[in-house]
């Protein structure tokens, strides 16, 4: 797996998704969040706090969501990530631009929706192992 210092390098290394990913941050930025790498992939964050990622995958490119159990998700959109295993991702997934840019009101409306939650301190912890 390549490891990236910066999300252009990223993106300019993912060239499948290369327009999604670049419709993908527009609007995740868009949504006042502060854009780093975390984990070698993009990752959105409000007030030091994850709140989405983007990433290219061999059938499809997502947007998770680090809090997503706790979002509304009335148009169902989102899945658990990690087959299941996930207790709070949750990923929301993109078979093409023209998908992206039909739901980019919705995307930025989870967008605020997860934003809001992380200002309101909502957060399923990570349970340790034992």
């Known amino acids: 797996m390549n490891r990236y210092n910066t999300v252009d390098e990223y993106i300019l ?5 290369q327009d999604c990913l670049l419709m993908l941050r527009e609007i995740l930025l868009s949504a006042s969040t ?3 790498i975390k984990w070698g992939g993009p ?3 409000f007030n030091n706090k994850n ?3 983007i990433a290219g995958f061999k059938s499809y490119v ?3 969501f680090f809090q997503g159990a706790l979002l509304k998700d009335e148009k169902k959109k989102l899945h658990t990530a990690s087959d299941g295993e996930a207790k ?4 929301w997934r ?3 631009i023209e998908e992206i840019e039909a739901e980019a009101e919705n995307i930025l409306q989870y967008m605020h929706e997860a934003i809001e939650n992380v200002k309101a301190g909502k957060e399923i ?4 192992n034992k």
């Open 13 to 17: 290394g993912n060239q499948q998704w």
């Open 34 to 36: 502060e854009e780093t």
């Open 43 to 45: 990752v959105y964050t």
């Open 51 to 53: 709140v989405a990622g």
């Open 62 to 64: 997502g947007i998770w």
């Open 88 to 91: 709070a991702q949750r990923q």
């Open 94 to 96: 993109f078979s093409g």
């Open 125 to 128: 912890k990570p349970e340790k």
